[in-house]
């Protein structure tokens, strides 16, 4: 990371139109640390108060006896808002005598258990308290993001023993998103983001990003997997946070949208702790400094080694970036020195050649996607505007590139290409039309199939767009052709799934249920099952 003055900083971000752009529709309510007075909301309506003050001296001392310490509660029903409800990780050291740093997951489906299974192991290790909500969401309002994180929040300081200067956020694709102005509104209490598979909110209005240039302890870790249709939208934040002075890493891993590996979640967190020392939220741990550095230098051997040297030369000027102040200038030289070496070298040039024109070839596709999207939902003819969406983005060349071998670079781009077009297709498309609109909602599904043939999604898809229409045996086709894939896990949720259970009285869909039961009990789900 280039650091740049805040004033700079400020500029850049007022020139691309970040600063304090309150959207229509935007924030309702201001989350708040103590004193700070919470303001009417855009509705008119009083907003509740996102936390009470918290004493620094007089710590809650019941809430060991109350909760488990070393074990993941599983729920946890808030005591500031009894609708919201979480699970909770006290680390087995945690006592009331000390201040805990906190880290809160936000799920954009509300599947608490499922970042809090991959950040406990880095929790205990540091001592960190997690919360993690049933109750966040993304592709929606904010509101109930707002709700999820208040009650978090308030029951931090009603509960627990808490360092209030450093909390965290982590969330993935929406709520990664959403992150940011949570962080801008707590700043000066939030100390870092996680934010997995997702940049910045759209249009980035209503962030408070002066707050955050001007606190000088904020840090942004940033994940995605280098099939992740978000994948290019991260890489252009990370290039924006160059121009910022806010600490920040990008890690990419293998695979799709999703949260990151639970190995790159540990790194988050001890990279965490080590901005943390820098910032002086925590004593410096040399031991800790010195074990952390002499892995991540011989992770930076590992890329040289493997032939990557784009990827070297950033491991070696990440560790002079993150160990500046905390190791002896000299035990840094050696890293600088590799990554200008690497850098000057004609291979690196022509990746770093590459990934620009990546990056600038996915933002021309986009542009593409945007047209035919608005086109599709606009004609009044949605099956043939479905088949020109799949020709005009030449989806066929697509999957061609995608499964080539010859340019593991361009291979990857053009698999995130297909799977931002399956995501409009499977996903925003179908859900928009799915009660009003079934012929555009299955016309959308054609698309999605047209990008992955393979994925069990449409055929599921399918069966919900034609239950929700009334067309019984064509949901019921659809059905089976979902069982026949073997992709059914649990077949309870497709009986309480709201429109597939309106087929609950026909004896074929029993059928098929009696028969997804026996496969789910007898065989492994195939790769790309949901």
């Known amino acids: 990371m280039s650091a740049a003055n805040p004033r700079r900083a400020i500029e850049i971000l007022a020139a691309l139109g970040l600063i304090l752009a ?24 009083q907003a509740p108060s996102a936390l009470h003050t918290c004493n620094d001296r007089i710590a809650p001392r019941w809430a060991r006896d ?21 699970a909770l990780y006290l680390p087995s050291r945690y006592d009331t005598a000390h201040r805990w740093p906190v880290l809160y997951l936000m799920d954009p489906r509300g599947r608490a258990l499922v970042p809090m299974e991959l950040f406990r192991e880095p929790a205990e290790r540091h001592g960190w308290i997690v919360f993690s909500s049933y109750n966040t969401l993304s592709d929606g309002p904010i509101e109930p993001n707002e709700l999820a994180l208040d009650a978090m929040l308030g029951d931090t300081q009603q509960l627990l023993a808490a360092d209030l200067n450093r909390l965290y956020l ?56 280098n099939t992740d249709f978000n994948y290019e939208e991260m890489v252009t934040l990370e290039l924006l946070l160059d121009n910022l002075d806010i600490p920040h890493r990008f890690v990419t891993f293998e695979g799709p949208h999703s949260w990151l590996p639970a190995e790159l979640a540990a790194r988050a967190v001890d990279w965490l702790e080590v901005q943390a020392m820098k910032n002086g939220l925590r004593p410096v741990d ?45 035990r840094l030289t050696m890293a600088a020195a ?9 291979e690196v040039k022509a990746r770093l050649g590459k990934r620009r024109e990546i990056l600038e070839a996915s933002r021309e596709f986009d542009r593409k996607l945007r047209d035919h999207l608005v086109r599709f939902r606009e004609s009044d003819r949605p099956v043939r505007e479905a088949a020109r969406m799949i020709d005009g983005l030449e989806v066929e060349e697509l999957r061609r590139r995608a499964a080539s071998a010859g340019d593991t670079v361009d291979a990857l781009a053009a698999q995130r290409c297909l799977e ?3 995501v409009h297709g499977i996903f925003y498309l179908p859900r928009d039309f799915i009660e009003t609109d079934p012929e555009r909602a299955l016309a959308a599904l054609e698309v999605a199939r047209a990008a992955k043939p393979e994925s069990p999604r449409v055929c599921y898809e399918e069966a919900r767009v034609h239950a929700a229409a ?9 059905l089976e052709c979902l069982v026949d894939t073997g992709a059914i896990r649990n077949p309870e949720f497709i009986e309480r799934e709201p429109f597939l259970k309106r087929l609950a009285g026909e004896g074929r869909f029993v059928e098929l249920m009696r028969r997804a039961r026996e496969r789910a009990a007898g065989e492994t789900p195939p790769d790309g099952a949901d």
């Open 22 to 45: 309150l959207a229509a529709g935007g924030w309702t309510k201001e989350l708040v640390i103590e004193r700070r007075v919470v303001r009417g909301t855009a509705t008119g309506r």
């Open 470 to 478: 009334g067309h019984t045996e064509e949901a019921l086709d659809a």
């Open 420 to 422: 931002t077009i399956f």
């Open 338 to 346: 590799r990554a200008n070496e690497l850098e000057r070298s004609d």
């Open 66 to 86: 109350t909760f488990p310490v070393g074990q993941v509660i599983d729920s946890v029903v808030s005591r500031s808002d009894p609708t919201q409800s979480y």
């Open 286 to 330: 040399p031991e800790f400094v010195n074990r952390l550095f002499v892995r991540w230098l011989e992770e930076g051997r590992e890329l040289e080694a493997q032939g990557r040297p784009l990827a070297a030369a950033e491991a070696y000027r990440a560790l002079v970036d993150d160990f500046l102040n905390l190791l002896p200038v000299e």
């Open 170 to 225: 982590s969330g993935f694709s929406g709520t990664a998103k959403l992150g940011w102005g949570f962080a801008a509104q707590l700043a000066g209490n939030v100390a870092g983001l996680i934010g997995v598979g997702g940049g910045l909110p759209p249009g980035a209005a209503g962030l408070g990003y002066p707050s955050l240039l001007e606190n000088q302890s904020f840090s942004f870790f940033g994940a995605a997997g």
